[in-house]
């Protein structure tokens, strides 16, 4: 990582995926059949299908501290607004700290960079 991508970092590339069998369209919409036909008949058999579904994603949607990383919503500032962030800190620590000294009259301790003070 070079000074030159402090910040572009590299991204891998994307795997595309082309269904041949699958139709997610229609899964969904036989999901959604089924949890209407559950709240309907509610003493029907529990199938597999129906158990895999509650069990997917449950931990995290009961954890406070997960559910956020769960949510493409919430995915936060980019690693640019971080590192800009972070440089003004920086800056802002250099200044304070070049005002403390230049307030104090500490200055000799600094050997050559009192000069500069």
Request: glycine share 6%.
């Amino acid at each position: 990582m070079g000074i030159m991508n402090f910040y572009k970092p590299r991204r891998p590339s994307k795997f595309r995926y082309v269904y041949r069998y699958y139709d997610p369209k229609k899964e969904e919409m036989e999901r959604k059949i089924r949890r209407a036909e559950r709240k309907l008949n509610p003493d029907a058999p529990i199938t597999p299908e129906e158990v895999k579904e509650n069990l997917e994603g449950a931990f995290r949607r009961q954890s406070k501290i997960l559910r956020k990383y769960g949510d493409d919503d919430n995915v936060g500032q980019t690693i640019a607004e971080k590192n800009r962030k972070l440089i003004l800190y920086l800056v802002l620590l250099a200044v304070l700290l070049l005002w403390l000294v230049r307030s104090s009259g500490i200055s000799h301790f600094f050997g050559a960079l009192g000069y500069y003070f």
